[in-house]
């Protein structure tokens, strides 16, 4: 039960790690798997890769496909919207963190 909750509250703040990634560089999503679990988190491709989607969806990236290796790769570049979206959320998680750290 706690980790089911902890998942939940997690997802959030691995939306705000894809965008931060997304506007440094375009990500893609083997990438950015690899860089969730060395910060710790657990998350399988069936629950980033739908995540991408959704994000891509509410137009926070925007992707690009190129053949690498003959496979398809999907590479995700955060949007002007991702980007804006990104600075309130670091603002919100500072005010967050500053609080609960007290």
Known sequence: MEDKILRKL???F???HILHHA???PVYG???HEELEEHGYEISPGTLYPILRNMESDGLLEREEKNVEGKIRKYYTATPQG???LDKARAQAYEL???IND
Do not use: D, S, V, Y
């Open 10 to 12: 997690f997802l959030g």
């Open 14 to 16: 691995i939306q705000i």
């Open 23 to 25: 506007k440094e560089h």
């Open 30 to 32: 083997a990438w950015m």
């Open 83 to 85: 980007e804006k979206i």
């Open 97 to 99: 963190f500053k609080e």
